[in-house]
């Protein structure tokens, strides 16, 4: 296990208990297995309890590929931890394995010595098969034999377990990530009462349901409590978390969570249009609960009309939201120009998943930083954030609305898959904390006897006025315009002038963002920068290697456009600047461009998150150069 | 309480802006025709919002001394969409052209007409894409020779009113740019209609499409070629309201003459309310020279309105679960304390 292997006591079947300080589990099945379930409740569970915990669900595209593939294999991995945690580990020391597609796919990550728990019952010659496997892996001496290998007949205890409610023998199987998770809470002494509390509330129109999977999670628990299989089990004490209320949260539920909150403390109403699309959702499922908070929700035909609604919904005066991915920008960038170019307020989330095209819809990455930035036609700036781990997505995406607003323009929130799915525990602000938007919709003409919409303010603004105010009608559009009356005008030196102009209100956002924060000494051998979800595994490496000696600091950016006022300077106090980054180098590029600073890159695009090992050996690579 | 609304006249209703139509473009018409229709409403001049796309048609609101957006192409229903959501007292049109509306916001213009939003669409259907200089469109007659089809266009064309009626709209009429006392009536129906509204008006491109209609608008022949429809009322037409249209034997349209044994009791009786739309479509589908086509409102129903329906959700979700707190969400689910 992951480190402090003391004998700590002894349990009252008198099995020994160990503590541990941090662990690393992951559940893996076929995708009809309920392995996210079974992941997201021991996450519940830990977090409950007290630990730190973080989580990468794993899933494939296909809601139901075959039964047994390889591609159908679903998993859900989490770090639960005494201390502080930023990812949810590198190696794996528990692996549960439901068949051997499962198996296979996921085996290399789990550590030497690491214990493997396997569904025995799964193991037979149809799913061996369509595993790729000759023979079966149980059974050979030589396969598995660095794991500490727990071969359980699931399915059959299961049924068993629940053999008098008389369920179908399909309905009773389906029960097994049940006997699997109470077998791994009894494994790390978990609590199970959260599990079982909400068994109740989600079967609570099939009283039968209820009582075999409570059946299924007892016999899980009392498998590892009497068989003389498991001779040890394990405690996670609970972590030292900043004092107050917690509760568990992921990237796309904080990030609704964030809009919902800063449209009610500002007093404003909330419209949310968009399309569905994987990863993002979660978000408009989350939303379009909040009626009672006055949000609608459109559900528009295509992205293209769902980021029209949003433009025609900021005109009209809302708090105008959108939220999609990768491919779904590329349909709505034309209309974003509307919005760059008619300067109305809303926000633009992307939830950046594997491209181009439909590339890996359910895998992260970060390769959508160009496209944010400059992917509209013409001269067309937009200010771009980038939350840094899923409770960070509850107070950015209120500051990218306060953005939009403050300063009349879309802007654009770069979350990602790891992010948006991925959970960790929350500290439950106080709402008299938040801070509202101020919003002034003016109910007055500006200039002499007319309104001029694009009259600026000293910060390049144009005012916010809209539609149902006496005297104040006005038109804005696509075409270029002049100031302050907002008249289509086609001159050379217009043109040019409110091209300038465009680009200096989102420069002048600048003087209005935190400065940059640095993690480490502030001049050395080697600065790493990180932007979006990379940010735990990349703080992590930087203790790591600042625990070795190593002179090295950590900046994490969550303002992309424009940067922090001092990033030029950091950038200049070390000898070596490396991004980490899981696209090909594009934060980077941004970099090298602005300050001329010789900034490394270190990339990598499997549709997975950076392991805190990759990068500490990559970065003691350069530092012995 | 009733708050007494300023007197208006149309010339309230022209913004400041140059027109750049070509002169005698039937734009014109429709034009003068909206601002005289806007103040006899009852509805505050703020109320307005015109919304366009892109297209000759789509500077549209520039014209208008209302609120206004001129977006891009095809995309106004949508937006339309999202401003109406934002404020549903405000009364938004939508000003669209043949090529905006059925080809590049095809489907825009199905879903805002499906969703039964409170808009009223207007089409300025010209047979042709004027702004990019004379290219067919997706109204232009099989073997219409343009810039972009020199040997004759190869495709079939679209009925506005078919695709509109296919999309169960609530309110389907048409009208003729020239024909301004009808225009006049019928914007104004459009505006009073509560949901979709969607009219297609016959407009003259002189430039690069002139004539298209002049079968519908010249003072000769437009009576013969033009069946004027109105609720309730057998389907006469002709110069000297001695044709008509009737059903034959299959359920088919055929034109008649009256007399010699057919009197009016034979022919088609219109019935806009009526709630199936099959004689609406079947109308749409009457086209010059085989028959008359109809103008008038085909189709004028009452359904359930979205932007109506948005509201009452959300005051019958606060009713059944209490207005929002945001405390109470921050701490739903489990939730644990550190000391």
């Known amino acids: 296990m992951a480190s402090t292997d003391v004998i700590h006591s002894e349990d009252t079947n008198g099995k020994p208990i160990e503590k541990l300080e941090t662990v690393v589990i992951r559940f893996c099945g076929d995708s009809g297995d309920g392995m996210q379930l079974a992941g997201t409740q021991f996450t519940n569970v830990s977090a409950v309890f007290g630990n730190d915990v973080s989580t990468l669900p794993d899933f494939p595209a296909e809601i139901r590929a075959p039964a047994g593939s390889l591609g159908g294999v679903s998993g859900f991995q989490l770090s639960f931890s005494s201390q502080d945690i930023f990812t949810p580990g590198d190696e794996v020391d528990t692996l549960v394995a439901m068949n051997p597609a499962a198996l296979k796919t996921n085996s290399n990550d789990l550590k030497r010595g690491g214990m493997l728990i396997v569904n025995e019952d799964a193991f037979d010659k149809s799913n061996l098969g369509k595993a790729g496997y000759e023979s079966n892996p149980l059974e050979d001496e030589n396969e598995l034999v660095s794991y500490d290998l727990h071969k359980v007949p699931m399915t059959r205890l299961t049924r068993d377990a629940v053999a008098d409610l008389g369920l179908s023998s399909r309905e009773a199987e389906r029960c097994k990530n049940f006997f699997a998770l109470g077998l791994v809470y009894w494994l790390y002494d978990r609590d199970p009462s959260p599990t079982e509390e909400w068994v109740k509330s989600k079967f609570a129109k099939n009283p039968t349901l209820i009582e075999a999977n409570i059946l299924a999670l007892k016999a899980g628990r009392n498998y590892g409590d009497i068989t003389e299989a498991f001779r040890v089990h394990y405690q996670v004490p609970k972590a030292k978390l900043a004092p107050g209320k917690y509760r568990k949260i992921t990237g796309n539920e904080a990030t609704a969570l964030g809009f919902a909150t800063i449209a009610r403390i500002s007093n404003k109403e909330l419209i949310y249009c968009g399309y569905p699309i994987t990863p993002a959702s979660d978000i408009l499922h989350e939303l379009s609960k909040l009626k009672n908070f006055g949000v609608k929700t459109f559900q528009a035909e295509d992205e293209i009309a769902a980021m029209s609604a949003t433009i025609g919904a900021a005109f009209g005066g809302a708090l105008a939201i959108t939220a999609t991915s990768g491919p779904g920008i590329c349909l709505k960038a034309e209309a974003i120009g509307l919005g760059v170019i008619t300067e109305l307020p809303m926000v633009i989330v992307n939830v950046q998943r594997g491209g181009p095209s439909t590339g890996l819809p359910t895998k992260t990455e970060q390769s959508d930083l160009l496209q944010a930035m400059y992917g509209r036609n013409g001269e067309s700036p937009l200010p771009v954030l980038a939350p840094a781990n899923p409770g960070d997505c509850f107070h950015l995406i209120q500051e990218a609305m306060r953005i939009a607003v403050e300063f009349m323009t879309p802007v654009f929130f770069l979350s990602d898959g790891y992010i948006a799915n991925g959970a960790e525990p929350w500290l439950i602000p106080e709402v008299s904390d938040l801070k509202p938007i101020k919003i002034n919709h003016p109910t007055e003409r500006n200039g002499d006897d007319v309104y001029l919409p694009y009259l600026r303010d000293e910060n390049l603004v144009r005012p916010w006025a809209i539609p149902g105010t006496p005297g104040l009608e006005h038109r804005i559009g696509g075409l270029e315009k002049s100031d302050p009356t907002g008249n289509v005008a086609y001159g050379d030196e217009n043109h040019q002038e409110m091209t300038n102009k465009r680009a200096q209100k989102i420069e002048n956002i600048a003087n209005f963002i935190p400065e940059q924060t640095v993690e480490g000494p502030e001049k050395g051998d080697l600065l790493l920068v990180s932007w979006g979800g990379t940010f735990g595994s990349v703080k992590t490496a930087t203790r790591r290697l600042q625990a070795e000696g190593k002179s090295v600091a950590h900046a994490h950016l969550r303002y992309l456009n424009p940067f922090p006022k001092n990033l030029e300077t950091i950038l200049k106090s070390y000898k070596q600047v490396v991004a980490p980054e899981l696209n090909n180098g594009q934060l980077r590029m941004l970099l090298r461009d602005k300050y001329l600073v010789d900034v490394q890159g270190f990339d990598k695009i499997k549709g997975k998150p950076f392991l805190v090992s990759e990068i500490v050996s990559h970065i003691n690579s350069l530092l012995e150069k | ?339």
């Open chain 2, 1 to 339: 309480m009733s708050v007494e609304l300023p007197v208006l006249t149309a010339k309230d209703y022209a913004s400041d802006q140059e027109i750049r139509w070509c002169p005698r473009c039937g734009d014109y018409s429709i034009l003068a025709q909206m601002k005289k229709v806007l103040p006899t409403l009852g509805i505050p001049k703020e109320k307005f919002v015109f919304v366009s796309g892109i297209g000759c048609s789509s500077r549209f609101p520039y014209y208008m001394d209302t609120y206004g957006i001129h977006s891009i192409h095809g995309r106004a229903p949508a937006i339309a969409s999202g401003v109406k959501l934002s404020n549903p007292e405000l009364q938004v049109w939508v000003i669209t052209g043949d090529g905006d509306a059925l080809s590049i916001g095809g489907n825009h213009l199905m879903h805002a007409i499906r969703r039964n939003i409170n808009l009223n669409i207007i089409l300025f259907n010209n047979q042709i894409y004027g702004l990019t200089k004379g290219q067919y469109s997706p109204t232009s007659p099989q073997g219409k020779r343009t810039k972009s089809s020199p040997y004759g266009s190869i495709e079939l064309p679209l009925s506005p009113l078919s695709v509109a009626i296919g999309a169960n709209a609530t309110f389907v009429a048409r009208s003729v740019d020239v024909d301004v006392k009808h225009l006049e009536a019928t914007l104004k129906r459009a505006a009073n209609h509560k949901g979709t509204s969607f009219v297609e008006v016959y407009q003259d491109c002189n430039v690069f499409n002139t004539g298209a209609f002049d079968y519908a608008s010249k003072k000769g022949t437009k009576l013969d070629n033009l069946v004027y429809l109105e609720d309730g009322k057998p389907l006469i037409y002709g110069q000297n309201k001695d044709k008509g249209i009737r059903l034959n034997g299959m359920n088919r349209p055929e034109v008649v003459e009256l007399g010699k044994g057919i009197s009016e009791d034979d022919l088609l009786f219109h019935d806009e309310k009526a709630e199936d739309s099959s004689l609406a479509f079947m109308l749409s589908r009457l086209k010059y020279p085989n028959f008359p086509e109809p103008v008038g409102v085909f189709r004028n129903v009452s359904h359930p309105v979205y932007d109506e329906d948005v509201e009452t959700q959300l005051k019958e979700t606060i009713d059944s679960l209490g207005d929002g707190d945001l405390e109470k969400l921050f701490n739903s689910g489990d939730t644990w304390v550190v000391e």
